[in-house]
């Protein structure tokens, strides 16, 4: 599977923004699609996944209630729709794509195979 991201941008704080992630060439059986950020000086982190087939969701803490990923199937496309953003939100935003995830790995960034390129989102205060 390949993955191109996009929607990033500055967005003050308080706003919202989307990010998509469009995959393509590759078989979509057992695929769970992730997000992760890297922050400046941090590591990389888990923001929340969703199963290509059911629609099962996982989150970190930090995103629960303000961050929201849905997928349309038809367009191969997942998206990561950001609310009520904080300068804390700041990072370079990863899609990623992995097979035959449970859900105690879905937030573990080594079973994901594919990844996008990474879109910046900035949030001023």
């Known amino acids: 599977v390949q993955l191109q991201a996009c929607g990033g941008g500055l967005v003050q704080g308080g706003g919202s923004l989307r990010l998509s992630c469009v995959a393509s060439?590759?078989?979509?059986?057992?695929?769970?699609m992730g997000w992760f950020r890297q922050a400046p000086g941090k590591e990389r982190e888990f923001v929340g996944a969703?199963?290509?087939?059911?629609?099962?969701?996982k989150y970190n803490d930090f995103a629960k209630g303000r961050f929201t990923i849905s997928k349309e199937y038809a367009k191969k496309t997942v998206h990561l729709w950001m609310n009520s953003l904080k300068p804390e939100d700041t990072a370079v935003y990863y899609c990623?794509?992995?097979?035959?995830?449970?859900?105690?790995?879905?937030?573990?960034?080594?079973?994901?195979?594919?990844w996008g390129q990474g879109t910046l989102v900035t949030v001023s205060s």
């Open positions: 969703i199963r290509w087939s059911g629609g099962t969701t």
């Open positions: 060439e590759g078989s979509f059986t057992d695929v769970t």
């Open positions: 990623a794509a992995g097979r035959r995830l449970i859900s105690s790995t879905m937030s573990n960034a080594n079973r994901y195979d594919s």
